[in-house]
């Protein structure tokens, strides 16, 4: 008998296309979320992000294609509505409806048909574990952004869904807000290990939550794999330049052994870890915190790293406690080091520094 | 000068001794109207609602026909429902000719378009992503109605205001459908044409001045629930 290659798989599009305003906007030919997984889509701009996902959570209707929950499609109007009620979705506006908070938690399940009683409990539990029970009788309209993004959350949880589907939720928070929001948000998400599908375009969002990630372009899944093979090895140059995974260098092989080869980069000469043969176009995909400034003089032999670029900074731009330094090596070359070892070491635009990278740090994506 | 503060004395004197004519023509009006207004609020909602959430071939040309008819001049209306029931009519069978059930029919065409129109416009420009939150919580299709009517109950209470007003204060259809006869189907807006051709000019003023109040009154309960509704 043939496995069951369904098993533990929550939510399943089978070569969906949706179309919308006479435009095809996802094509995707297989598709699948994992029972208790917490699944991020990141994409561009107009990639298609949302639209999969008002597809998955039945908010659109595919124009070809079947979308199943635990293997059953879901496809005449009864089934549709009967799904929509196991499960939960989240807007990245709050919209919340005229009345009390209470009244909006109580929403979902008085439409669901959940009793009084039984609703009860459950409005009172969420609305407690987001913080805001004390605002129950508050008008919902009257709410700040924050309180109202966390009855929004309070609503969905209220639910108790099989599957929870946010689109860009904290997007519209101010940073400390989120940052709360956030960690309330991760901790629910441990405690209930509900099945989440969540589009965000915020790396750290998706680092933070996901389980895996699938990386959407152009209406078509291009990638998906665990947070740390997606940012470490992204499987094209769109994809790297996407989720900034580093510096994108384009260069052909021209030799190597043991593992180790050697590309070459406009003029200079690069060592890095693949066993590709000579003459194979290559992107090196080279980590911003993988980079080491040096203000050794280039040719001492001071540090393990394979590779040292001599080269002069052009541009040092502060993003927090961290420092982007970028270094014309020949190309220009972006490293990412703590602002207190720019201050320490007297970086400024034209000091002469040596750009060192490790062979093992750089990623080689082949060109096709 | 005198001849207002005649009517004006003549309004309350009227008033306040309870004249029968006076109270069954105020009455008449009240009820006319209302009747009117609550069909065209059933049958108002109801369209509005569907044309204002459906996409189907001809929508635009009905709803220019809807606004069209929200300005429908009363004393058109009053002539297509007087040959539609003049005895030799298409509906001259039923008798309803100089009835208060003529009035009430002639009334429910002038208000419809305006509930519908009111409606219609209240109901397209609800937030098309908190319809999709609703759609999202898991509604049914009546659940969603019953929602969306909730939402927009301040442009649906503006749509009962504009509708009744329009009605109460209409005399062209009153007097060509209704005919104006004592008794039967004599209203305050009909009265006052009557009393003013006659040259009772303080009678006139005395019905003007109770119409006038009559409106106030329903528009302030409607003003009052429609300030509530905005604070909840």
């Given at each position: 008998m043939k496995p069951d290659s369904t098993a533990g798989i929550a939510v399943e599009a089978r070569g969906i296309t949706t179309i919308l305003g006479g435009q095809k906007i996802i094509d995707i030919p297989s598709f699948q979320v994992r029972d208790g997984e917490a699944l991020m889509i990141i994409g561009p701009n107009g990639s298609g992000k949302t639209t999969l996902l008002m597809s998955l959570a039945l908010l659109i209707k595919p124009a070809a294609g079947e979308i199943l929950y635990h293997a059953v499609p879901v496809q005449t109007p009864k089934q549709i509505l009967a799904t929509r009620r196991r499960i939960s979705v989240l807007f990245q506006e709050s919209l919340l409806l005229s009345g009390t908070v209470w009244d909006n938690v109580m929403l979902g399940l008085r439409m669901r048909g959940v009793k009084k009683e039984a609703a009860k409990p459950r409005v009172e539990k969420w609305l407690k574990r987001f913080g805001v029970a004390n605002l129950a009788k508050r008008q919902a309209l009257t709410l700040s952004g924050g309180e109202a993004k966390r009855v929004s959350l309070a609503r969905a949880f209220a639910l108790d869904p099989e599957v929870i589907f946010l689109d860009e939720?904290?997007?519209?928070?101010d940073s400390p807000t989120r940052r709360s929001l956030l960690e309330d948000f991760e901790g629910v998400l441990r405690e209930t290990k509900v099945t989440t599908v969540m589009v965000t375009h915020e790396r750290n969002e998706a680092l933070a939550l996901g389980d895996r990630i699938a990386v959407i372009f152009e209406g078509s899944i291009v990638q998906t794999g665990t947070p740390e093979e997606v940012f470490?090895?992204?499987?094209t140059e769109e994809i790297a330049n996407f989720v900034e995974a580093g510096n994108i260098l384009h260069g052909v092989v021209e030799g190597g052994s043991e593992g180790l080869a050697t590309v070459r980069v406009g003029q200079t000469e690069i060592e890095a870890c693949c066993e590709l043969p000579a003459g194979n176009r290559v992107i090196l995909l080279v980590p911003y915190d993988d980079i080491t400034i040096l203000l050794?003089?280039?040719?001492?032999?001071?540090?393990?790293?394979?590779n040292r670029f001599p080269g002069q900074v052009v541009r040092l731009f502060p993003t927090g406690s961290q420092m982007r330094v970028t270094v014309n090596c020949g190309f220009m070359l972006t490293a990412l080091i703590t602002r207190k070892s720019a201050e320490e070491m007297g970086l400024k635009e034209g000091v002469s520094v040596v750009a060192a990278v490790k062979a093992v740090s750089i990623r080689v994506i082949e060109r096709h | 000068m005198d001849l207002i503060i005649e009517g004006i004395v003549q309004a309350f004197k009227l008033l306040l001794q309870g004249d029968p004519e006076v109270l069954r023509v105020t009455g008449l009006s009240l009820a006319v109207s209302l009747v009117a207004t609550g069909i065209s609020l059933f049958i108002g909602i109801s369209l509005g609602t569907a044309i204002g959430l459906t996409r189907f071939w001809g929508r635009r040309f009905l709803v220019s026909l809807v606004n069209t008819g929200m300005g429908a001049p009363p004393v058109v209306v009053g002539l297509i429902v007087s040959v539609m029931l003049w005895?030799?009519?298409?509906?001259?069978?039923?008798?309803?000719?100089?009835?208060p059930y003529a009035m009430i029919i002639a009334q429910c065409i002038i208000s419809l378009p305006i509930i519908t129109g009111f409606t219609m416009a209240s109901i397209q420009q609800f937030d098309p992503k908190l319809r999709l939150q609703i759609t999202a919580l898991g509604a049914s299709r009546v659940q969603m109605l019953a929602l969306l009517l909730r939402e927009t109950r301040l442009p649906l209470l503006a749509a009962v205001m504009a509708g009744f007003g329009s009605v109460i204060s209409e005399v062209g259809a009153s007097m060509m459908v209704?005919?104006?006869?004592?008794?039967?189907?004599?209203v305050l807006t009909t009265a006052i044409v009557l009393e003013n051709s006659k040259g009772n000019f303080g009678l006139a003023i005395a019905l003007g001045i109770i119409l006038m109040l009559l409106v106030y009154i329903v528009n302030l309960v409607l003003t009052i629930a429609q300030q509530r509704s905005k604070a909840r």
């Open positions: 939720p904290f997007t519209a928070l470490s090895t992204p499987a050794t003089p280039p040719g001492e032999k001071t540090t393990s790293a394979r | 005895r030799s009519g298409p509906l001259g069978v039923l008798r309803l000719m100089y009835t209704g005919g104006n006869i004592q008794g039967q189907t004599r």
